[in-house]
């Protein structure tokens, strides 16, 4: 993946706030959209199930 949380749009597309990232034992809180996603990465979303439908379909690709 490796690209920022930015350039995916997820909240403006879906309405959905990507509001940490688990990163191995590391939890980054509130990312900003400079933070850089990484294969692996747990993101953990905030918004209705539709909303959090389509952040999975964006970071899936």
Request: glycine residues 14%.
């Amino acid at each position: 993946m490796d690209r920022p949380l930015g350039h995916t749009r997820a909240r403006s597309r879906t309405g959905a706030s990507i509001v940490a990232i688990v990163r191995g034992e590391d939890v980054i809180a509130s990312p900003t959209p400079d933070e850089v996603l990484r294969a692996g990465d747990v993101l953990v979303v905030i918004g209705t199930r539709s909303g959090i439908a389509g952040v999975e379909k964006i970071i899936r690709g």
